[in-house]
């Protein structure tokens, strides 16, 4: 009776857009030990990005991740701007923010739509989906692109965004927030999606500290910490309130973005209101020196970047930090226990990313 | 809940956009397909230098550039390094193809002017 | 005699062109229901000739007597019920036919077949008690588990039984693997297990599996006839309706476990069939 | 003979394997079965499992762990198929050219029947893609029966 | 039929004295001589003799379509003394063996039989003369026929496998214990077929507690402690069955004033029975519900399995359990349309589902095949208690079928221990690879268990059908039936379950002595279930018939024939055999390519069979365990309330007794 | 040094500090900071050519806590995953990548977390050490 069934989830599973194994150890369809094999989308961007110079950098970066791609680029940029000694202007700041929260309403859905798919919500995924592209249109029509979209640049951003965007992209958002209250709706109160992720992959506040937790899964055991706060880019006037739940469960983490999604939209609201009419960018000077960090909140929680640079026309060494490398102890920690049916559930209620991950 | 947004959806227009041919035009500034103006560019491989995919060769010397649209990232940072204006990003996607190809053109031949 | 066997052969012969239609028919509403266009009605039709054409793959020949066998299964149950023979023989073999699916998915020592077949075994036993109830409901009724002296009846089978036309659509989103009992297999890929019990069957055994599922479903939607059978028209619109109710489900709600599935089946849809039969003990005739 | 290519034609079933991108060719390959762009209606249903695929999906560099799974699922894969690559990523490395642990496009390890060129790619590129490898698949196909005859 | 006529000239006593004490005697030839080429002639010769005398009954009883009754003169011996003294002789033996074994239940229960057979004797025992009369009616032919066959197909299985199991201890020729066992095992087989021939229940009764104590020195055989154990747990429990036994035959002896059974069949019956009567029948359902391990009973059989597999084989298929059904078949007529047959129709039921869920749990094959036999006892009572021709056919059919898949499973199991070394459902993965020829007679074994159109389908189809006047085991009868899919489905899987590569094995070599006994009952189970139909509108139908024709108001043949039986059972074989065969004998079955498995693209080949890549590049082989769900039907969860439960209606069994 | 090189203008309110920690009080310093219930966010490694400096980030809401221990090339590093079991695949990642000998990893994936056995080993690291002496890696 001491056998135990141990099969290979992933890489290529058609419930994970990206290629990560768990090797799972299972009695019946429990599991009793998951353990992460990565290293399949392992690039070496931190390499490269001492071999390429600080422009070009911006490009590399932003495509670490395609749905968290314009806030590496703003981190990286920010950090650089520090040792450079650049003022962004407020303009800029601004813009950033708004693409930034958008990036995090598109991340969002896009969660909120593969986790449907992860329990077998055909439709509901689609719903998300369906209201994801709205978004896709937004930054093809501001930004030119719909996934890499590459409007950061160090010392600003590369567009304006035209008033008659910020018109429609308001437009837009309000079609959005309706389907959203629906479909929000039925993720937060259906009873078999309740049945499915209420009281899933339980992560105790504690444990969230301890193992390192991120974003949403922190903040969903209870932990209020939000980059956000830390008031980057135009996070300094445009105050952001840390949105927590206290469950820690799946369906606890599937709340807090639905509430974080609300707390984007009025965020890009607020900052197209308030956004200053001043330059989009300055030029970036000099050839910096020293070693800083630069945070700043993604869709899925800080990332962070710790830049290092020695005078030279390249950096002397780009660490990435993103969330989901934080998240991936936490997961390790709340798969024992579930049945096989919630892995998919609770691998994706950490909202993995795993090209962010492994860089 | 999820009942009444499916039988809406069942009684209206489905979201699907047409395909070709009545596909839709992305919309002004989209970053499409790299396209190069053989006849304004004077090979002098800014765009070369800034490109992030290494997707642009120029020699100034032989006055020749090659562009491997398979390497490119469309990120545009070419058509904004060209002061000529000879690279331009095109609204509509670049196709998709079945054979590996480059582009290249070179100028004339530099006239042979002692220094 | 003859006659039957010819109408038995008729349909034997239409089941795959109606299944067709219907399960393409599912496809459409299913994407109409979802926002989108959809595929051609006849997709099912093009999915089956391409799986057919594609070259055989297989890792041991039981899986290939597996597929053929659940495939002589359906055709013979849908005979069987046309020709009016006994329920719950055409049940057992119904089972025979699943049970060698599984077989050929357990044949195979793959993580997700094994698994998949494991789960199917639990969706069988889900469903089985409410097909056997079901059928002894109609023999409270008629005196016989024969479907021909269902024919005999005066009063269509809803009536007296309206607790089974819901289990009977319990038991068509189980077998049609359709959300919430989607647990052992299903027609997207977007689940923990591949595609379950049918991950190990490639190209032309797939197309046999397929071509079964097209008799299976026209096979649910025949009982459900039976359930109106002095009205065949009426019949058909309940039997459709059923299928849309199948549909319907499969859109609004989330896959569930395989636990909660069987608790579920063994639990509500036992219960409401026992509350039927216990009307039907209550006043039905007791034959003999 | 004509009718299977026909069904051929309308049933493309596909695989999808990121090979080490950066999810945005994933992403877009995903928005390709949504309503907006519903795949389904060409028939092609993202199956997820090698035994059932028609054509193969590869995004992103490849690097060894990936090539080695790639190869396995690509041989897993019954004939005929298709290989499609998408991105730049997949064609030739893209933007990490100087990253140690990529090895190149998808072509360093399979036969590529198409590339589908972006950064990424529109979904309307990638639908375009999986058409055009159909048609190199059926010619494949066709040009095997006439080498067997 | 000419031919046949000199056979019914042979007497049906000369035929019992055959049946019963030439197995004894060839047995206590094999156990005086004891070299190996003996003990496999002498067995063998033994096994032949017995089968020609049940074909011979059987031909008989077929000529002459009556049942076969004879007495011998009642001044012949005084064969009170005989039975009574036979009977004093066991429970003597049985209090040494408790003494010996420092068994104070056995003991107990030993005693208390003793009180009950000696008040007894010193009371109304004479209300007959005890001669020895026969009675062999259809179900006596079926048994006969099961005990004689299959018994002897066991015995002669059983020599090769005693030889390697001794190896395995590592007894030499010498100190075998080999001799003792067949002596037994033939002793066994002969008390088998004198107690469902014998007319008397007094005789019944002695070669009822033969067989309790042959099972005992049976399953104690290798000595172990855990042996020693089990084999005392059988005893008490079987003892205790004698004592309801002995009960009843005080009161049939007070109350109807005969002990033939064929009498106590015509005396005032069922609805008519007065209350003693009645409780003189409760007391021989609990004697069977010992004897057929039910539950709560159910221990003794599952503790049998530390027998050598021959043991398990024989007790589970052709002996032993057979006699507790065989009892209540026996008496059906006698309670039918009694409360008392509901009950037991229930109680039969109850161990029916309740067994078969216990053994979704476990892993152990002979675990499982016992748990299924409990199962399909319960399944057989609950037709008795039914008490319907169709009913009875039922459960006649589930007799034959039973006998033949079981005796089949056990022996395969047998065979498969002595090459895998080990009882673990698990070991078994993918043993098609291993041993083809042996797993083919295995799943065949347990898919006619299973699927139809083998017999024990057939039969559980007859059973609902006569069920669904009493929705309760209705109910019961159809969650049972569904729930045995899940663990035989299981095990069929776990062979089933291949590695790629290995697709066309080696075909093991069996020993001949194995692979003879192994074909014919395969042979016997496929032969059977293709004839299921002529079996039993032929044989069966009019034998059940005959047998409700004593019972007022139960006329009626079997109904089956109505439904079942129209159906176009040749169109099914036919469609079904060609489903089979069209992938085997078509040019085109291989393959064009085959390919491993499906591992999310990491698959490689190990050593030991297929694995993945995984964690720190690390291979890891694959390795797949079935589903017990323990934590939903584990036996420790589960055995003490639904023994409580099954306890419970035993005592309601003698409750309604009185409420008739 | 971190401190100097911080401009000041960059709206970002997150102080950080840095402490120096030798190896041997590292253990120790990081039971510290889990008592103080930070959170453990991150290590980030350079390769200065003859050390290594390794900084472990710690977070307390906005404010970030740094420790930074330098060791020389060849030396050992215990790991903290027995304080922050988290610290496993940045322990892991240092390991393969820059070849710092992290010992008693509570997941230890010897090496072998992103990359396969033919690939170069530790690309991260300037010079190669261990199985590849310098000049050998490239
Ligand atoms: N993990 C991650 Fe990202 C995000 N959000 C970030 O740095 O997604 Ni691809
Ligand atoms: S394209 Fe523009 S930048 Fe590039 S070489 Fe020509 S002129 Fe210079
Ligand atoms: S668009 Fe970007 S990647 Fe493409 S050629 Fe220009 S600079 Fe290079
Ligand atoms: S091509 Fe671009 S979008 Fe696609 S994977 Fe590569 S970097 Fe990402």
Redesign the pocket.
Known sequence: MAQRTVIPFGPQHPVLPEPIQLKLTLKDEIVEEALPHIGYVHRGVEKAAERMDYTQNVFLVE?IC?ICSFIHALCYCQGLERLMGLEVPRRAAYLRVIWSELHRLQSHHLWLGLYADAFGFESLFMEFWRSREMLMDIFEKTAGSR??ISACCIGGVRRDISDQHLQETLETLKTLEAAFDKSSEVMLNDYTVKKRTVGKGVLQADKAIMLGAAGPVLRASGVEQDARQTGFAAYDELRVEPVVETAGDCYARAKVRIREVRQSLDLVRRAIAGLPDTDIAVRPKGRPNGRTISRVEQPRGELLYFLAANGSQKLERLRVRTPTFANVAPLVHMLPGSELADVPVIVLSIDPCISCTER | MMLSSVIRNLFSKPATRPFAPAARTAPQGYRGAVEFEEEVCIYCGACATRCPANAICVDRVAKSLEFDPFKC?QCGACAEACKKGCVQLQIDYQHPVAVRHTVAFHGPPKPTVAP | MMAEYLTALAAVLAAPFLGGILMGLDRVVSARLQSRQGPPLVQPFYDILKLFAKRRMAANTFQMISVSVYLASMVLSLALLVMGQDLLVLLFILALGNIMLILGGFSVKSPYSQLGSQREVIVLLAYEPLLVCMVVGTYILTGSFSAASVFGLERPLALSMPAFVITQTLVMAMKLHKSPFDVSASHHAHQELVRGIYTEFSGPQMAVIELAHLYELVLLLGFIVLFWHTNLVVGIVLALACHAAVIVLDNVSARMTTRWMFGFTWSVGLALAAANLAALYATGPLPR | MGLIDIARSKSPWILHFDAG??????I?ILACLTPVYDVERFGIINIGNPKHADVLLV???VNKRSARVLRNLYDQMPDPKAVVA?????LSG???HECYNVLGGVDSVLPVDVYVP????KPEAIIEGVVMALGKMQEREHARKRGAA | MGLLEPLLKISPLTLAAVLVFSPALFGVVVFAVRTKWSRKGVVTVAGWVLTLAAITVFAIAFVSRTALSATLPAKAAPWSMIVAGGDLALLAAILVIAVRFRSAMVFGVALVQLAVVLYAELTGGHAAEAAPSVFIDWLSVVMVMIVSVIGSIIAVYGLPYMKEHERHLGIDEAGSHRPGFFLTMLVFLGAMNGLVISDDLRWVFFFWEVTTLCSFLLIRHDGTDLANTNALRALWMNTLGGVGFAVAIVLFGAHAHTYSVQALLRSPMGAAASLPILAALACLMFAAFTKSAQMPFHSWLLGAMVAPTPVSALLHSSTMVKAGVYLLMRFAPAFHGTQLSNVLAIAGGFTFVATAFLAIGQTNAKKILAYSTISNLGLIIACTGLNRPLALAAAVMLLIFHALSKGLLFMACGVVEHGIHSRDIEDMQGLVNRMPLTTLIMVIGILSMLLPPFGVLIAKLAAIEASVHLPLAMGMLVIGSTLTVAFWTKWTGRLLASEPGAVHPKIEHLHVMYFVPLVLLTVGAVAFSLAVFPLLTELVEPAVTQYYALVPGAAGGVDLSTDVLAVPWLLVFGVMATAVLAPVLVARTRPDEEVGAYMCGEQIETPNGSGFITVAEQSCSLSIRGHYFERYVGEDRHTLWMSLVAASLIAGMFGSVAVR | MTEAARPPIAPVCDVQPTRPVSVGDLVAAVEAMAARRLRFVTATCLDMGGRFDIYYHFADGVKLDNLLVTIPREAELPSITAVYLGAFLVENEMKELFGINVVDIAIDYKGRLFMTELDQPHPMAKVQSGATPAGQGE
């Open positions: 495509r395609g996934v890499i | 990232v | 991108a950066c999810n945005g060719c994933d877009e995004t992103g560099t998408i991105g730049a990523c997949a893209g933007v990490f972006g950064c990424a790619p």
